[in-house]
């Protein structure tokens, strides 16, 4: 997917990240995410490593740098013993924003368009469906499953597949399946 390249994403990968070693290449130093190894010990994990080299896998020592292939220690986002997730790296200091507002407990059922351009998600909240209205941008965060649902309900996708579930639509957009933001000019 053209934009999408390992080259052109690295950068943003490195921008986001605070590693616990020093920077390289692949690691970022001062980014918002903390990410470490895995400071847990286990012997079944230690097993497990070593089964794999005998079996003739390799090793790695950074799996998310140069090296992918291989068994090495697991990575986790971590920020003084807790969890960093994105949520805690980007959602948390912005809530205060006053051009940003959270809804807790809400279901994304749609993307709701004016024509071809995005202009607000649909979702419903205590039983009760409700639409918010973007001023710049819709950007859609849902996972590798959920994300290309929010879009088949919203009739993106293959053709196909949407009228078999009576689903109006039939838009398509290359690599439809890995998009993550949909986005429309607004005056």
């Known amino acids: 997917m053209p934009g999408w390249s390992h080259a052109q994403a690295l950068p943003y990968f490195r921008k ?3 590693w616990q070693g020093p920077p390289s290449a ?9 990410t470490q190894f895995c400071r847990y010990e286990d012997s079944l994990l230690d097993a497990y490593i070593e089964a794999g080299q005998k079996a003739g896998f390799g090793w790695t020592d950074d799996y998310n740098a140069a090296e992918q292939e291989g068994f090495g220690r697991l990575q986790m986002t971590i920020r003084n013993g807790r969890r960093c997730s994105a949520a805690t790296a980007y959602l948390r200091p912005a809530l205060g924003r006053p ?3 959270v809804e807790v407990g809400a279901h994304a059922t749609r993307i709701v368009f004016e024509g071809r351009c995005a ?3 649909e979702y419903v909240r205590n039983g009760r469906k409700q639409v918010a209205y973007a001023e710049r941008e819709v950007l859609l965060w849902r996972r590798v499953i959920n994300s290309p649902q929010l879009l088949m309900l919203s009739g993106i996708g293959p053709a196909e597949v949407l009228k078999a579930h009576s689903i109006p639509g ?3 957009c290359r690599g439809w399946a890995r998009i993550s933001r949909i986005t429309c000019p607004r005056s």
């Open 26 to 34: 692949h690691r970022g130093a001062d980014g918002p995410v903390t």
């Open 99 to 101: 051009n940003l507002s």
């Open 170 to 172: 039939g838009r398509m």
């Open 16 to 18: 986001q990240e605070s």
């Open 119 to 121: 202009v607000g998600v």
